[in-house]
């Protein structure tokens, strides 16, 4: 980097460079922009003395060419720093700098400059093109303003700046039960820096995230490369459980912390039973013995919804039927899920039956127990949660005596 310029020759040599037309040195720039009015690249170092540089500093500290004005002429006994740019470096996209007068370093001294010098903040993507004013080769360029490029450092850069986080994740709740809370968020994408041809996004790179129950330490911590499932387990009740995630693009920009917090919550009250139905028979009593009879429950049985408000919270409790258990009066019985268990009316042939073989005046005692299977669910942040199980109940049994009468034969006369 420090060299004086009576070693260019041997430089050159060195590394196999011969000056060559000025049209095929300055198409290896390559620029969306093109090259800057009057720029000579003939002593430059092509391509090596171009790179690039992306970073998340606005103020580009890293800019590889800041310290590379040197006084390398002993006549006239300083070299006068030219730079030309273009792109988002002074809050408008598409800026051009036209040349610009960096600094006037004499022979043997070192100058600076950075954009933050100038206070410029660059967005997005800049071109930048260092020269210093031609003194001794404006031979090889022209005699007018001839700008050589900077043989010493990096005298077009493409510098790339990313300081805008990604879009913030939306942390949630993905289930919850009476004991554990699962929570997870959706993938979330990047925001560059910049406008229109100047934009860069560095994109999305990881994330980060952990739990923390009852206000206490973090838990479960890991990165990852896109969103994941987080549990509470072994909730007491009321007590709260919260997922905090950030977001990082490649440059490490990061989101705030988001978070998400729910509370497991006390199971309502279970309903009474619903009260039974009534029974139907065909035939209607009374019945003979040895002839088929056929049972149905009415009205038909069906599922029972029912919302109350606890402790601020919307829950709702649904009982379900799930099974009938029949006992016919003369020993025998019948357990039948539903819906085959409700029976099926007259004139259908019902999936209830039973035939007597003994005639009961009185009536045989007839009973049908429904049992239900109750759940419940609560509204938590205009979301459901749920159903979980509340237990099953029995209502209490539908009766009916059902007469039983032998039956006759009878010979009729012709």
Same mark, same amino acid.
Do not use: C, K
């Given at each position: 980097m420090r060299m004086q310029w009576l070693l260019w020759p041997a430089l050159l040599v060195v590394l196999g460079r011969a000056l060559v037309p000025?049209?095929?040195e300055a198409s290896q720039w390559g620029s969306a922009y093109g090259d800057p009015p009057s720029f000579c690249p003939a002593q430059s170092l092509l391509p090596g003395s171009y790179t690039s540089l992306v970073t998340n500093d606005p103020? !580009?500290?890293? @800019? +590889?060419?800041? %310290?590379?004005?040197?006084?390398?002429? /002993?006549?006239?006994?300083?070299?006068?720093?030219?730079?030309?740019?273009?792109?988002?470096?002074?809050g408008r996209p598409g800026d051009n700098s036209g040349w610009r007068f960096i600094t006037r370093a004499d022979l043997g001294q070192v100058g600076h400059w950075d954009f933050a010098d100038w206070g410029w903040r660059v967005h997005g993507h800049v071109k930048q093109y260092v020269a210093y004013y031609n003194w001794t080769f404006a031979g090889q360029c022209g005699l007018r303003s001839p700008?050589?490029?900077? !043989?010493?450092? @990096? +005298?077009?850069? %493409?510098?790339?700046?990313?300081?805008? /986080?990604?879009?913030?994740?939306?942390?949630?709740?993905?289930a919850l039960t009476p004991g554990s809370v699962t929570f997870g968020w959706d993938p979330v994408t990047d925001r560059g820096d910049g406008a229109g041809a100047d934009y860069y996004e560095a994109g999305m790179d990881h994330y980060r995230s952990w739990l923390t129950v009852g206000g206490g330490p973090p838990s479960q911590v890991a990165d990852s490369a896109g969103p994941r499932r987080l549990m509470a387990t072994s909730l007491g009740a009321a007590q709260d459980a919260c997922v905090h995630v950030i977001a990082y693009d490649r440059l490490q920009n990061a989101t705030p912390e988001q978070r998400a917090c729910a509370r497991v919550l006390t199971p309502p009250p279970a309903p009474a039973a619903p009260p039974?139905?009534?029974?139907?028979?065909?035939?209607?009593?009374?019945?003979?013995?040895?002839?088929?009879?056929?049972?149905?429950?009415?009205?038909?049985?069906a599922a029972i919804s029912a919302d109350l408000n606890r402790g601020g919270y919307l829950y709702r409790v649904i009982q379900t039927p799930?099974?009938?258990?029949?006992?016919?009066?003369?020993?025998?019985?019948?357990?039948?899920?539903?819906?085959?268990?409700f029976g099926l009316s007259y004139p259908a042939r019902s999936t209830v039956t039973h035939t007597y073989q003994r005639h009961n005046a009185a009536g045989y005692p007839i009973a049908a127990t429904i049992m239900w299977a109750v759940t419940w669910s609560v509204l938590s942040g205009g979301i459901w949660y749920g159903p979980y199980a509340l237990g099953t109940q029995a209502s209490a049994p539908a009766a009916l005596a059902y007469p039983v009468r032998q039956a006759q034969s009878e010979l009729l006369s012709s």
């Open positions: 000025i049209q095929a103020s !580009v500290a890293a @800019n +590889p060419e800041r %310290d590379t004005f040197w006084g390398i002429h /002993p006549n006239p006994g300083y070299d006068d720093w030219y730079g030309y740019w273009y792109g988002d470096f002074e700008y050589m490029a900077d !043989v010493f450092g @990096n +005298p077009v850069v %493409d510098i790339y700046v990313d300081s805008v /986080p990604p879009n913030p994740p939306a942390p949630r709740v993905l039974p139905p009534a029974i139907g028979v065909s035939p209607a009593a009374p019945g003979l013995a040895g002839l088929e009879t056929w049972y149905w429950l009415t009205p038909r049985p799930v099974r009938v258990s029949w006992t016919f009066g003369d020993g025998r019985s019948a357990d039948l899920d539903v819906p085959a268990g």
